[in-house]
């Protein structure tokens, strides 16, 4: 309903000669920003193999992930194991791959999770101000007021371990921080003229949210959500290290590094390479994440 | 001055009683039952009840909650843990000072290291020393301190055996925890005074500065810095506060008896009032921080006092700052 209306619209004002090359070269300036910026295109490329590695899993590994075997346990690297196996003699290799799947995905579930709740109560709190605002900003003061780890920890100890309570309870902690970030974007647009213009033209509040003030807030939710992967990534692992995320025999990467940890003296290859996965991968969504924020908007680059 | 101190600290009162609230309800939603747990298995039906009773579980959600609260502000009783029955408020008293004395010396040294890399890093833009301090920055924010530990730990424990692998006797036993710890705070440090020097440096006070003959030294010393100073002092506080309740795993791989320990003794055998109380302590730490870098703020900016003092402005200042590190 609301595409077709959209597109009903934009006819009209075609008709009436408005053009829409604006927004497209909007976007030029953007992927032209980004291109040049090369740590955040390595960013890039380094986020790109490691989706297709962990995505395509089957096809670059042979061995299951589960497949034990105990005659070939401890082994370092070699032509059969490119990463070695770990102590019940299971590829490395097909263990990180498999594991980036439930890191990435579960950190990708909270991000979306945490991102929705917040968009909606960041912009309803900035939007109707007031009492409303009051009061949710209250809540979050409590909630921002517990240190994030240790939140995530309390509700993962409440809703227990696995992918799906380990998002949830990263999402709970994240929520917070992209209300405030929301709601201070929709402060500073609530003033601007086409938001009354919107509202003399008989919009409604709901329509003045989600079409004229979100779509204005993008830039700093796209930056704050592409550095959240990474701070997601480090907090699943965090919280599968203390034994409240993902439990093995799923592999997670920060569950096969906290399981390799007790072998560490003897075969470092089992803790080094998870170790390697999660620092690369927060590494490269960082840069890219500061590359993001440059490209969609220069005036909050350092 | 004196008065917004007080009011701040009023201010407290309500946002930790939501955090005991919120803190308190979470457990209570959670499924298993306390009181299995103490009793373990072969306990007959009459012991159950007593022990419930005791503890004061069966009562209602809004009867706990209540003595919860009353307990912990009339006697700072905390409950005791499930498995050891030790009350964790004395657990909480000694392990705190275990924990504070490694956060100190990592705050010390992060900003003994962190402010002057991030002050070449800006005043040397582009340079070599730029890029180095930089990208160590990116890179050891990367890495997760549950990485680092035991890598450290193998270096300089197993291979080089410079430091006891775990445990706390002696100096020689803090230098990895702290190191690991400072590590990501100094990278944080850097990042931000690089980029808030940037911001400064190119105001027009600090080409005046310049252009009246002022050396250098004295420009970056005198004006850039000191206007530089205030989101440093922001982060500092914040990751002092963070190091006081959450070095749970630094504090874990070193088996260092401090409270991160503790949460993850409270974690691993689902102690919950042991859970509930660090994480009522951290938030509360983190609050107390939170007043402490407001204070610094007036110190280092003297312009902030008046801010503070006066409601209406304050608020209204507030307002436009929030306003404006939103735009789009």
């Given at each position: 309903m609301v595409m077709f209306n959209t597109k009903k619209r934009r006819r009209k004002m075609e008709m009436a000669g408005?053009?829409?090359t604006k927004s497209n070269s909007r976007f030029g300036d953007i992927a032209a920003r980004m291109l040049r910026n090369k740590l955040g295109m390595v960013g890039l490329i380094i986020i790109v193999v490691l989706l297709i590695l962990v995505i395509f899993a089957p096809l670059f590994t042979k061995y299951p992930y589960f497949e034990q075997s105990f005659p070939d346990r401890f082994l370092y690297p070699n032509a059969e194991h490119i990463l070695g196996t770990d102590n019940f003699g299971r590829d490395l290799w097909s263990r990180m791959l498999y594991g980036g799947r439930i890191s990435l995905l579960v950190s990708l579930v909270a991000l979306v999770m945490s991102n929705v709740v917040g968009i909606i109560i960041g912009a309803v709190s900035g939007y109707f101000g007031g009492a409303v605002d009051e009061i949710i900003n209250r809540i979050l003061d409590i909630l921002m007021s517990i240190p994030s780890m240790l939140m995530a920890i309390a509700v993962a100890a409440a809703l227990g371990a696995g992918p799906v309570k380990t998002s949830i309870a990263i999402a709970v902690t994240g929520m917070p921080y992209g209300a405030r970030l929301v709601r201070s974007s929709v402060l500073a647009l609530k003033g601007n003229e086409f938001i009354e213009a919107a509202r003399a033209t008989g919009s409604s509040n709901l329509r003045i949210i989600f079409k004229h003030v979100l779509p204005n807030t993008l830039a700093p939710i796209i930056v704050n959500a592409t550095l959240n992967i990474g701070s997601n990534i480090m907090a699943i692992s965090g919280l599968s290290f203390v034994g409240l995320g993902v439990q093995p025999p799923t592999p997670e990467w920060g569950s096969i590094l906290s399981a390799g940890r007790e072998f560490i003296r003897d075969f470092p290859p089992i803790v080094i390479f998870p170790a390697l996965f999660i620092g690369l991968t927060i590494f490269a969504i960082n840069i890219l994440g500061d590359a993001l924020r440059d490209a969609l908007d220069p005036r909050l680059k350092d | 001055m004196a008065k917004y101190v007080l009011k701040r600290i009023l201010l407290l009162i309500p946002v930790l009683l939501g955090v005991l609230i919120v803190v308190f309800t979470i457990t209570y939603l959670t499924p298993g039952d306390p009181v299995v747990t103490i009793l373990g298995t072969g306990y007959t039906p009459e012991k159950y009840v007593a022990k419930a009773a005791e503890l004061g579980l069966d009562k209602s959600y809004l009867e706990q909650l209540w003595n919860y609260i009353w307990h912990i502000f009339t006697r700072l009783d905390f409950g005791k843990s499930y498995i050891t029955n030790v009350p964790v408020a004395t657990e909480l008293a000694t392990r705190v000072v275990v924990t504070a004395k490694i956060a100190i010396i990592t705050i010390i040294i992060d900003v003994l290291v962190g402010v002057p890399c991030g002050i070449i890093a800006s005043t040397k833009q582009y340079s070599a020393w730029d890029y180095g301090f930089t990208s160590f920055a990116l890179l050891s924010s990367a890495i997760p301190s549950f990485v680092i530990a035991p890598v450290f730990q193998v270096i300089f424990?197993?291979?080089?055996?410079?430091?006891?692998?775990?445990?706390?006797?002696?100096?020689?036993?803090?230098v990895l925890p702290i190191a690991v710890n400072a590590l990501g705070g100094i990278a944080l440090i850097t990042r931000m005074t690089r980029s808030s020097m940037l911001e400064t440096i190119r105001q027009d006070y600090i080409r005046t500065a310049k252009a009246k003959g002022m050396g250098r030294r004295e420009v970056v010393r005198k004006h850039a810095l000191k206007n530089a100073l205030i989101p440093v002092i922001t982060v500092t506080g914040s990751s002092f506060a963070l190091m006081m309740g959450g070095a749970l795993v630094v504090e874990m791989i070193f088996t260092i008896p401090g409270l991160g320990t503790y949460l993850y003794n409270g974690i691993t055998n689902r102690d919950y009032p042991i859970i509930n109380g660090s994480v009522i302590l951290a938030a509360t730490i983190v609050c107390i921080m939170s007043i402490v870098v407001d204070i610094t703020y007036t110190v280092v900016d003297p312009r902030l006092k008046t801010q503070f003092v006066s409601k209406k402005s304050g608020n209204r200042r507030k307002k436009l700052a929030q306003a404006g590190d939103g735009h789009v």
């Open positions: 408005v053009q829409f | 424990c197993v291979k080089l055996r410079w430091f006891p692998l775990a445990g706390l006797a002696g100096v020689s036993s803090y």
